[in-house]
């Protein structure tokens, strides 16, 4: 897996949804504990500082498009995490029956056949099927 693979992955999504692209940061998942508070989650999209936080042993193609929709309702919501995230949504639901978390598991589920073989080639450097 190549990190710099994975930044150009992310600047050619950005591009094709006319957004600017998030960071990125790639962590061991010790560090990831450290960072997020926890270490078992798979990757977690900071709104403020527009960055998409993945574990090192989780990049692959379906966590990083649901994190890059993250970062899509975070623009779309004119930069206003409590709009985008709502606290009463993450208060009162479980992470799975959330708004946001819904829409970006149809979202990401719904483009993960049409970019994987640009993902395959950039981020695994080989042919995709």
Known sequence: MSVEGVKR???ILARDFKVP?????????EVMMWRVGYA?????YHAERETMIIREDSVELGNLLHEFVHHLQYIRSG???????????????????RSFEIEAKIIASDYEDFYRELWEVMVRGRRGS
Not at 84 to 96: L, Q, T
Request: charged residues 30%.
């Open 21 to 29: 692209p998030p960071n990125l940061e790639v962590l061991k998942p």
């Open 40 to 44: 078992d989650a798979p990757a977690f």
């Open 79 to 97: 930069r206003d995490a409590d709009k985008a995230f709502p606290v009463e949504e993450v208060a009162s639901k479980p992470h799975c029956q």
């Open 9 to 11: 992955f992310i600047e």
